[in-house]
């Protein structure tokens, strides 16, 4: 083993319990020893804490360095002695962060949590998992979380102990990333050819995140989990991850279920092209690799693959990003939503209300908004917009510029549920729209903001959370988990408050409504009837993706 997965202490002596971190793991590449996920109770009420198991940094590939650079994740090497996974594994170098279309953006937000330092390498293809399970016999079902673009496994937003105090196995890991996760060139489809019978490349990112997928099929029932009940998860740069895992034939067969936030966008919306779902064709791929080669005056893949991630790191100009190849990528996202995906299982969707990442109140005159308008969506368009999310003063111009992006999410995953429905698919598709501004801060619920919610971690950041705060996390990420167990939010007992959960309706093709979750529970209309149709005829009128 290298040195980068150190050995760690073990749980303190007095965490005695049945718990899996008293036990040695058998994995196909080793064993592994995990370690208690809390040394004290935190500071929201988790009742079982003690029982609760973390393994860091397991490796679920081989080095992506030197020949491994720009190939499919391979096979690691298996290790002989036991790994004390007590460390988070490296996190993979090049991290983009992917923006709001300038077009209709002021100011872009971050998540304002803090990250656990890990160093960075590319033998970065490693892994995480919490569970509360005794025994490798239970076969609690499993969720895989994918982070948004600039995060990493390590960062507390995304710890899974409050997920696996609910009766889930939780797994989040790395992947590669910017030039190491997504260069194309025919060199590299050459090799593919010859690797995979495929003439393809440029979605090695992809393919790693299928990889985890593919991993937990093979080893998670040794952590207490069920491999026949994994259900994929992520928001934003997450959130595209799992969408490409619902829609690929390579993972076809693999999951129960998928909880896409920020999130699916109708193919005919514009974002698509610019937020983190989108991607670009071969060709464009190719000039983009292309455009690299000369920057570093390299002629031969093998060139590249001779720089250190260090250097290669230094490159931040290309549009660097998934390439519908056919072949990982199926289809173009329309076909795919009218044909039906690879994987017809349930979904869980939505947006959060503040998700142009803009400090509230925005600051913007009537004229900047008249001109975003203008620009953005053409004369006849402009108008229609201007009349149903009207400024007269610079106070309304900032709350119609946000009124706009949030009506666009909302209509637009109202659209792909009322697709998806009308689809070849079977499967239920659940939407929510997300309303609470966590306290401290002053961006609204902005995006992001739902995520210590769902995953019911607020014991791992430091905002100035309030009653109000735990009461929403009991019912939120007792939505999440119901659909983790039975792939319905209503179903499986996960809310530990008073009362009920409200009932939430999966989407139908005939009621533009969402469910309302946050500050408020329930059927809620996307927008009024003239906002639909508004957006419905804009998104008529531009190209699909």
Known sequence: MKSTFALGTLAPAWLVSAALYNQTIHTEYGSVQG???????????????????????????????????????????????????????????????????????????GSGNSTTSTSSSEDCLNLNIWTSANSTEEKHPVMIWSYPAGGSAAQPLFDGAGMAAKGIVYVNYNYRTAAFGWLAHPQLNAEMQKEVGYNVSGNWAMLDQFAVLKWAHENI????????????????????????????????????GAIIESGVRYPRDPFCSTLAENYRNMTTAFATGETLMEY????????????????????????????????????????????????DVPILTGNTKDESGAEL?????????????????????????????PASNNTQAGMAHNAIYSATSRVGTWLFAKGWVESNTTSPIYTYFWDHAPPGQDRGAYHESEINYVLNNLYGTDSPWEGIDLLITQKMSGYWANFVKTQNPNN?????????????????PNKSV????????????????????????????????
């Open 35 to 109: 370690i208690a996920a809390f040394d004290s109770e935190p500071n929201i009420t988790i009742s079982n804490w003690r029982d609760i198991t973390i393994w860091k940094g397991i490796p679920f590939a081989a080095d992506t360095s030197g020949q491994n650079r720009w190939r499919p994740p391979q096979k690691r090497q298996a290790w002989n002695t036991t790994l004390v996974a007590s460390e988070f594994g490296d996190t993979c170098p090049g991290q983009p962060s992917f923006g709001i279309p300038a077009k209709m953006k002021r100011q872009t937000d």
């Open 221 to 256: 029932a040794a952590f207490g989990g069920d491999p026949e009940r994994i259900t994929v998860a992520g928001q934003s740069a997450g959130s595209a991850a799992t969408y490409h895992m619902l829609n690929s034939p390579l993972t076809k067969g693999l999951i129960k």
């Open 296 to 343: 570093y005056n390299a002629t031969t893949i093998d060139e590249l693959r001779e720089l250190s991630a260090e250097d290669l790191s230094s490159y931040t100009s290309g549009n660097f990003g998934a390439v519908l190849d056919y072949w990982a990528i199926p289809d173009t996202y329309l076909n795919t939503l009218l044909n039906g995906p690879a994987n």
């Open 361 to 389: 109140p925005i600051n913007i005159t009537v004229s900047e908004y008249n001109s975003d308008l203008q620009s953005y969506y053409g004369d006849e368009f402009a108008a229609r917009f201007l009349t149903l999310f």
């Open 492 to 508: 499986g007992g996960n809310y530990d408050g008073t009362g009920e959960l409200v009932q939430w309706s999966a989407s139908t």
């Open 514 to 545: 969402s469910m309302r979750v946050g500050d408020g529970w329930g059927d809620m209309d996307v927008a009024t009837d003239a906002q639909v149709e508004l957006f419905q005829d804009w998104f008529a009128s531009n190209i699909a993706y």
